[in-house]
């Protein structure tokens, strides 16, 4: 950027940061939400209360596939974006 550039765009300086702030506020969101470690915890300890007798068969089977089916989206966000 040329010093003219600079001196006409100074007004829109607070924009860009702005701008600048929200793009990584949803790339850490995005982070969080497509992190594959929670969803493997969570099977653990659904695997663990199944085995403890703490929930039932059904109740397991319910919930493993709604978190199967969360590793699969978070995989195929990875396979997309390439992360």
Partial sequence: MGLLTQI???PLAPLRGTVWVLE???ETAENEY???EP???ELA???KALLAGEIDDET???REDELLDRLDEIRAHR???GT
């Fill in 79 to 81: 396979q997309q974006t």
């Fill in 34 to 36: 497509y992190d594959p």
């Fill in 60 to 62: 397991f089977d319910r």
């Fill in 8 to 10: 006409l765009t100074l």
């Fill in 39 to 41: 969803v493997q915890r």
């Fill in 45 to 47: 300890a659904l695997e």
């Fill in 24 to 26: 990584r506020v949803v």
